[in-house]
């Protein structure tokens, strides 16, 4: 379960090894400072904080996220990114897998909706349709999968957008692991937030 009761998942598959010193060693060549490497422990913050942040394009991170497609929807906005998502088209979604927004956790008008929607999914199914057409009557509740890879510019974009209080919660559940598991990563790139 993940923050403010989201049954999300986010689990990083893959990052740029030594980024922190890839990332000095690309802003060292802007300034001609390659003899520096090393010497000044906030550099990369320094950098960031003066506007700086081209170099931290240089590294990346992939995270597996599980999640409704509420929050893939909004995921897919950013756009400096790579993304491989769990179809729907091709993938048979009768088994009810859906997330349940804390505030509609005792809602039996939620829970009929939700039951209802894949009641005429696998009806639409046995009547020949195929699952890219049945999937019009699936709810935005569904639970989905989605690989994202993005530079540490971004991840960091979307850490600060998407952690604020008007962000979506389950969002912000997402955008606050991501925002965890970065800050022990990477530290000396993500600590500021």
């Known amino acids: 379960m993940g923050k403010d009761g989201y049954d999300i998942d986010v689990q990083l598959l893959a990052i740029t090894p030594d980024a922190e010193s890839l990332i000095e060693k690309a802003g060292r060549v802007c300034y001609n400072t390659q003899d520096k490497l090393g010497t000044t422990e906030d550099r990369i913050q320094k950098w960031i904080k003066s506007g700086h942040e081209s170099m931290i394009e ?12 509420v929050v893939t929807h909004e995921l897919v906005r950013h756009r400096i990114a790579s993304y491989s998502q769990r179809s729907q088209r091709y993938v048979n979604e009768g088994e009810s897998k859906y997330i349940t927004p804390p505030e509609l956790e005792d809602s039996a008008i939620f829970k009929n909706a939700i039951k209802q929607c894949y009641t005429v999914y696998n009806y639409l199914l046995t009547l ?22 993005w530079n540490f ?26 925002c965890r598991i970065m800050k022990e990563q990477c530290p000396r790139v993500f600590e500021d937030l």
Not at 128 to 149: D, F, M, S
Not at 156 to 178: C, K
């Open 58 to 69: 240089h590294a990346n991170a992939t995270f597996y996220i599980r999640c409704s497609r």
């Open 153 to 178: 510019r971004e991840i960091r974009h979307i850490i600060q957008l998407r952690t604020s209080e008007r962000a979506l919660p389950e969002m912000r559940a997402v955008a606050t692991e991501i």
């Open 128 to 149: 020949g349709h195929k699952k890219e057409i049945a999937r019009y009557v699936l709810p935005n509740a569904c639970e989905t999968q989605i690989v994202c890879t």
